[in-house]
């Protein structure tokens, strides 16, 4: 992308725009989807947990209470055990084996980890190795990682599991009996109601602690703490595109909760137990500021015990991709969370049947859930494709729902392409489908720029038809291999500017001589530059839907913009649709000579009509 002077030049290559400018996902959006329950196998006792080895065997673990690891291989269990630690444990109440996790490379390492309550109730975290024989493992062969003392003989947690980060996390629960009397969830010197992160696998003598866990240092807390304030922990899990950790936590009698910590998060979350149960005071006149809260909950006329699940990113049920699914263990309810914008929705997508212990997630990402009780593993499915919500149909640069006709647009919806990586139209006129996708506006397919699923987001950016210019709503589907959404019905506005930005925030702002602005060589006083956007509504010369703009006859705005940095107007030199692309408007400016330094905001003004602001840095 460049310019040779200031009136107007802008990008050759209609791929690279693609990429960049339309692409990357900004947010989520919900996705509603029910399902069924496929029998597995039977002849489980009191399953705990389900875990793959991702070694390419497509073999599922599942631990039993009783302290017996079965392999589910081909279809049908193997006959013998993989681990058999009965002689360790036992199975009742809320104790036995109750966790397994492979490490990274288990494949090569040939040892894997479990967490079990011993014979004084305790809670042992442990490392075992398979035999020659890929199905067996010496259960002679133990080497005690972590033992934690259990006062009472309840809430012991249970889950264990390698972060993306390659470090072993521990969920602990406050030790038991009810209401927490020892106040462990808080207190920093005990390993009890708290995340637990280690590293395991440097030394295989003695676990050591990450120099990044948040508390390394502060005498307050041991070291080995990730996060504290919780419960009972049952079950957690890590979304196997985005990093993010979903931590399930077992109430007292009130509600159930679900807490969602994201990838970037240093660590350090206070979960509220025993301040707060969800969403309310436990103790009387708690004080919330500085807790993390949960993203959904339940009371107990929806169930007892909370067994959290997995966020599906599978391809048998494209609809339910990107919905964290949790359950509940007296109710067998099982519902699903997906987030809309910066709002979180959770909906009921099964009822009864099941007492759910756990859930486990299959080398494709497939997703099942175990009854304790019935000793069954069911595989979940879909019933129905992925529902388009109106408020998914979003300004490819602002995320306003809504379309502006001749600008791009953005659709968020599971089910769009299955495995990572982004699909984009080579060549104008602008292709009506990609890859087996196709979007219709008012009954016409629409011109499509890409298709992505980009860490854990799948989109399809297309260009509004200018043909809509004048109605008020407007009817949006689509479709996928034969299989279409129903449609719903999208405002349409004249104009809702918005700035193309790299990351959510930061503007992408362009040099004369091509280079990017960044932070380490900022945008400077009377420099001339550009930026992209949509959303300016109607414009001189139009090239027509689906076509790129000319280079020789240019497509200026009708209406005029008003571009400020840090609130200081700058020269508009050209505003127009870009040459070389469509649905996608060029502003040229001279940068204020009086503006502040620093990271300053870039707010795009169109009459009345004004988009989010953007950053630039500014020297």
């Known amino acids: 992308m460049h310019v040779t002077n200031p009136r107007i030049r802008a990008a050759a290559s209609l791929r690279a725009a693609c990429l960049l400018l339309l692409a990357g996902g900004a947010g989520s959006y919900a996705q509603q989807s029910s399902i069924t329950l496929t029998r597995v196998v039977g002849g489980l006792q009191n399953p705990t947990d389900v875990q793959h080895a991702g070694d390419g065997s497509g073999r599922l673990f599942i631990a039993q209470q009783n302290g017996i690891v079965r392999i589910l291989k081909n279809g049908a269990l193997t006959p013998q055990p993989f681990l058999d630690i009965r002689s360790r ?32 109730g305790d809670t042992v975290i442990a490392r075992y190795r398979a035999t020659a024989d890929p199905d067996r493992a010496d259960p002679a062969a133990e080497t005690v990682i972590l033992t934690i003392r259990q006062p009472f003989s309840n809430h012991n947690g249970g889950q264990i599991r390698f972060g993306p980060d390659g470090y072993l996390y521990i969920g602990t629960g406050d030790g038991g009996s009810g209401g927490d009397p ?70 007292q009698n009130r509600a159930e909760e679900v807490n969602f910590q994201p990838a970037s998060s240093p660590g350090g979350e206070n979960y509220g137990w025993r301040l707060m149960e969800g969403m309310r005071c436990f ?56 987030r809309a914008g910066d709002a979180w929705r959770n909906e009921l997508l099964a009822s009864g049947g099941l007492v759910i212990s756990t859930f486990g997630e299959d080398e494709n990402r497939e997703l099942y859930v175990a009854d304790y009780s019935g000793g069954v593993l069911y595989r ?24 502006v006709p001749g600008s791009a647009a953005t659709i968020f919806l599971a089910g769009l392409l299955d495995s990572p990586g982004i699909v984009a139209a080579d060549s104008f006129p602008l292709p009506t489908s990609l890859a087996g996708v196709s979007v219709t506006v008012g009954g016409a397919a629409a011109p499509l720029y890409s298709l992505a699923n980009v860490d854990g987001i799948e989109q399809v950016s297309f260009q509004a038809p200018f043909e809509v210019q004048g109605l008020s709503r407007v009817s949006i589907a689509v479709a996928r291999g034969g299989s279409t959404t129903p449609s719903v019905e999208v405002n349409v506005l004249e104009r809702q500017p918005g700035v193309f930005t790299s990351d959510g925030t930061s503007a992408i702002v362009v040099r004369l001589d091509n280079t990017l602005v960044t932070e380490e060589r900022p945008l400077r006083r ?37 571009a400020l940095l840090g609130g200081i107007p700058c020269d508009v030199l050209f505003t127009g649709l870009a040459p070389g692309l469509a649905g996608v408007f060029q502003v040229n400016i001279r ?29």
């Open 182 to 251: 020892m106040n462990n969830a808080q207190n920093g010197r005990t390993l009890l109601g708290k995340m637990l992160r280690i590293d395991a696998e440097t030394s295989l003598d003695a676990y050591q602690v990450p120099s990044s866990n948040p508390f390394t240092g502060n005498p307050d807390f041991l070291p080995e703490i990730w996060s504290y304030g919780l419960r009972n922990p049952w079950r957690f899990s890590f979304d196997a595109a985005t990093g993010d950790l979903w931590i399930a936590d077992v109430g």
């Open 283 to 338: 103790v009387p006149g708690c004080d919330p500021s500085g807790l993390t809260l949960p993203v959904a909950e339940y009371g107990r006329d929806l169930g007892c015990s909370v067994t959290g699940g997995f966020v599906y990113r599978g391809a048998r049920s494209p609809g339910l991709r990107g919905t964290y699914l949790y359950g509940d263990y007296c109710s067998g309810n099982i519902w699903g969370v997906t």
């Open 526 to 562: 009377g420099e001339l530059a550009y930026f992209y956007a949509t959303g300016l509504g109607p414009v001189e010369n139009s090239p027509g839907t689906g076509n790129a703009a000319s280079f020789n006859v240019l497509s200026p705005a009708a209406t005029p913009v008003e």
């Open 89 to 120: 444990t036992v199975g009742r109440g809320e104790q036995g084996l109750l966790g397994l996790a492979f490490p990274p490379d288990f494949s090569r390492k040939a040892y894997f980890y479990v967490n079990y309550t011993n014979g004084s």
């Open 591 to 619: 940068a204020p000579a009086d503006a502040p330094a620093g990271r300053i905001q870039l707010i795009l003004r169109q009459g009345s009509a004004a988009g989010p602001p953007a950053t630039v840095p500014f020297e």
């Open 380 to 403: 979940i499915e879909s019933t129905a494709g992925p529902a388009l919500t109106p408020d998914a149909i979003v300004n490819a640069a602002s995320f306003v729902p809504g379309i």
